[in-house]
């Protein structure tokens, strides 16, 4: 665990998070393709206007997007940028994207509830998933991040590494390892975790 310039960077980032759409995030863009869903994932436009989808119907999403799994089943999203992106049970993600002078865009997921996966083998892409206790940040990696309470997040990398972030401190998490956030307080020191649960829900929607 240490402490660095990226633990304030998401301490402005968790302020800027009350506000739907904060100041260098884009809307009305393209974000990516809903490919599938186990249930009924509900996408919600900036307009308010909400799609269902059902199945392996495939739907067009864009900058500012609420996608939200009511009750049982998940969606597998695939971003702009070739990002992998799955909704567990009873989820729901807001979909960003950040521009920064001189660097690349980043791929922003704001976690607003349940758990959500991604797998991204693009180095050269930056993905975050943003949650109100902290912010998990990475290029190449497969992780999941999940919100288990308003106060409480966990980050646990599957494949490669990630950053996970709290206003206090960064966590480097690293395959087969869990760090936890607490509202208030430093990211836990990563531990091992057993990685099955997440791969046995994630997974099997790449093959649909």
Not at 30 to 42: D, F, Q
Not at 65 to 82: K, S
Not at 88 to 93: C, E, H, K, R
Not at 97 to 116: C, D, F, N, P, S
Request: aromatic share 4%; with cysteine; glycine share 8%.
């Amino acid at each position: 665990m240490r402490m660095t310039g990226r633990a304030s960077q998401v301490a402005l980032t968790l302020a800027l998070l009350a506000s739907p759409a904060a100041p260098g995030f884009a809307q009305s863009f393209p974000a990516g393709t809903a490919k599938s869903a186990t249930g009924t994932l509900v996408v919600v436009r900036t307009d308010g206007v909400e799609t269902r989808l059902q199945g392996r119907r495939t739907l067009s999403l864009y900058e500012g997007d609420v996608l939200r799994i009511d009750g049982q089943g998940e969606a597998l999203v695939e971003t702009e940028e070739g990002i992998q992106v799955a909704l567990a049970a009873d989820s729901a993600v807001r979909i960003l994207l950040r521009w920064e002078k001189g660097k690349a865009a980043t791929r922003i997921l704001r976690l607003e509830r349940g758990e959500v996966w991604v797998r991204n083998d693009n180095a050269q892409r930056a993905v975050e998933i943003e949650t109100p206790v902290g912010t998990l940040s990475a290029r190449a990696v497969e992780a999941s991040v999940r919100l288990v309470a308003s106060d409480e997040a966990v980050a646990t990398v599957v494949r490669d590494a990630a950053d996970f972030s709290t206003p206090l401190s960064t966590c480097q998490v690293r395959a087969g390892t869990v760090s936890y956030g607490y509202r208030g307080k430093a990211c836990t020191e990563p531990a091992v975790a057993d990685v099955k649960r997440i791969i046995g829900w994630s997974h099997p929607l790449l093959l649909r």
